[in-house]
């Protein structure tokens, strides 16, 4: 069975603070997509990042940052110097090919991210 | 238009009624994918079309939820008799490419209460 797990309900912290979001997965398939995603109040899921479990190279993106580590099945975000505009619920996601059709992402249940002033 | 565009925003239901959401993808995607969301909670799968064929329907939670996309564009989900259960933010999203390869665009969803 296929799960993601983000342990963390609720991180508040103050403008300019770095913050990290955690998230483990569970899967048996050796080829797989994790995702990150960013939900604000408006509602819509906005796409951040897609790595494939073939690539463990960590990626930066401005103040965004992803460390994938298989040995641990973690695929954890950082935000370095976080702001008010990135108070938002992120949801990492997973997606695993089933005998070659489409499969569909698996979502964790989100990490609300409160920035103050 | 610019993005996923979903309606109505907000309905209200009384149990037992039925309700169509409907879905307008951003021109040209290919797949087109509907998630149930609720309160407090990740989306779920419900099912996926490609072009105007329903590939996936595996998360549709019982044969009351019903979901088509004719033309391969717009998209309706249908619920028969709703139930208070079927309370969530309904999120359609599409793609331009398969799921493996292309982001998701998501709309801001239709949230339904049923009372």
């Known amino acids: 069975a296929q799960k993601v797990t983000q342990a963390q309900t609720e991180i508040s912290v103050v403008e300019k603070e770095d913050v990290t979001l955690d998230c483990v997965y569970e899967t048996r398939d050796t080829t797989y997509y994790l995702f990150w995603y960013k939900q604000p109040p408006s509602g819509e899921l906005v796409f951040l990042i897609r790595r494939n479990s073939f690539d463990e190279q960590n990626e930066i993106s401005g103040r965004y940052s992803w460390n994938f580590q298989k040995s641990t099945s973690s695929f954890n975000f950082t935000i370095t110097a976080s702001q008010v505009v990135d108070s938002a619920v992120y949801f990492c996601?997973?997606?695993?090919?089933?005998?070659?059709?489409?499969?569909?992402?698996?979502f964790g249940k989100g990490t609300k991210l409160s920035v103050k002033p | 238009g610019a993005g996923v565009s979903q309606s109505p925003r907000y309905k209200v239901a009384k149990r037992g009624q039925d309700v169509a959401l409907r879905c307008d993808p951003i021109?040209?995607?290919?797949?087109l994918f509907w998630y149930q969301q609720a309160l407090g909670q990740g989306p779920e799968f419900l099912t996926y079309?490609?072009?105007?064929?329903?590939?996936?329907k595996s998360g549709l939670p019982s044969d009351r939820f019903f979901a088509e996309r004719p033309e391969g564009s717009v998209s309706t989900l249908k619920i028969q008799r709703t139930q208070q259960e079927d309370s969530a933010v309904y999120l359609c999203?599409?793609?331009?490419?398969?799921?493996?390869?292309?982001?998701?665009?998501f709309g801001e969803g239709s949230r339904l209460t049923v009372l």
């Open positions: 996601a997973l997606s695993v090919n089933y005998g070659g059709s489409q499969g569909n992402l698996i």
């Open positions: 021109s040209g995607h290919v797949s």
């Open positions: 079309f490609q072009n105007e064929a329903q590939l996936d």
């Open positions: 999203a599409s793609s331009s490419m398969g799921l493996y390869t292309g982001e998701l665009f």
